[in-house]
DNA sequence: TATTGAACAAATCGTTAAATAGTTCAGAGA
DNA sequence: TCTCTGAACTATTTAACGATTTGTTCAATA
């Protein structure tokens, strides 16, 4: 790794602390210039200013996440075994990563329901390939219903974004957890093109 | 109907186009007053202060669409019919309620993914029991696969707040028609103790 | 290429006064 | 007794001000 993407990921670590910590406006440039162990005018040679900081540190804690997720996803074969990994993976993912659920719980626009308004829309995209690989695969062996694939990604990407929302953004803890296994299998059985009649 | 329940009605009705028009913040208690024909003092008669006229309004207006939605439902025998027939009727009414819809629009907030923020609590939870009620009978008649019950009235619930969130809130109206009833067929074949292989 | 540090620009904060809006209440019809 | 008025009162919002902090630029430098 060159010298230049070490800063890089040196800068990424020292802010997503920061931000985590203090949050996007009491988090001073000053602040992670220091910890840098440089100037602050120096920063603004690695990055265009402090939105753009942001973005990027965000940006790279997000894809991350969604390289863990893809990578567990590639060690199953079946798509229901897929499927039941990413939902579960996701959430293993946030629930030990407690910088990234802090910086969350004080940036609710982090993750929007509107695609339109959302800032981090590429990276977003690219998790949702992971739901759509799956239903073509699902679908292609003939397992899953054949549903309209980009809706159907679309409304489990919306659904993912709301259990963030409700378990991170308002701390909804409680319950949350005990829905998102009972919802995972519902949509499991709503994907399956056939099921037999066996309940828990 | 006693005089004194009109003049709610008619204060309701006022308050909501009012409401609906400019807001919370840039309707003052002088506008609602006028357009009664009595003075703002006399408002006080009727509601504790501004917070509960707005309070008031909504939760009337909520309750109206309620019991529209139960109504329908209450129409239909197979649980799944009332499944279907709620989730479209529930669109239906706010799609051809315009006032409510602005109201929803300039208030975000009215519709919250937090139960333990939700102002609206007690007419929500009684919607929620609409929900629930054909969960049972499903369960009953051994149609529906026996899930928790609460714990998936909790998610249907939120799901329904979700696409009110994404369609009047953020107006994404392009797509969530599409993805609207794409989940709700999905939801269905989800909830089916079986089902046949009949793709659409 | 990477860094500094000073200079500059933009945003925020604390305070103030004026205006607006919300609330209370004694008293007056019905 | 129930409904209402209107004036008095209180709380909140707005605009303006300078002071301060913070973000950004850039010529000089190693």
Redesign the pocket.
């Known amino acids: 790794m060159?010298?230049?993407d070490m800063?890089y990921r040196e800068l990424f670590s020292v802010s997503l602390e920061l931000f985590a910590l203090f949050g996007y406006?009491?988090?001073?440039?000053?602040?992670v210039?220091d910890r840098l162990?440089?100037?602050?005018?120096?920063?603004?040679?690695?990055?265009?200013?402090?939105?753009?900081?942001y973005l990027k540190t965000i940006t790279h804690a997000l894809s991350s996440w969604r390289d863990s997720v893809k990578q567990a996803v590639d060690r199953e074969n079946d798509p229901v075994d897929k499927f039941r990994t990413m939902a579960l993976k996701s959430v293993d993912y946030i629930e030990n990563n407690t910088m990234l659920r802090q910086i969350l719980m004080k940036d609710p626009s982090i993750f929007t329901l509107s695609p339109s308004e959302d800032r981090f829309y590429d990276i977003n995209q690219s998790a949702m390939t992971i739901i759509q690989e799956i239903l073509n695969q699902g679908i292609g062996e003939k397992r899953f219903y054949p549903v309209d694939v980009e809706h159907v990604t679309q409304y489990f990407f919306s659904i993912y974004v709301m259990f963030l929302i409700k378990t991170y953004v308002k701390s909804d803890t409680s319950s949350s957890r005990t829905m998102f296994l009972e919802a995972l299998e519902l949509n499991i059985r709503g994907l399956l093109l056939t099921h037999g009649v066996t309940p828990a």
């Open positions: 060159n010298p230049k800063k406006k009491k988090t001073t440039v000053q602040d210039a162990g440089m100037t602050k005018g120096n920063l603004y040679f690695y990055v265009k200013n402090k939105q753009d900081l």
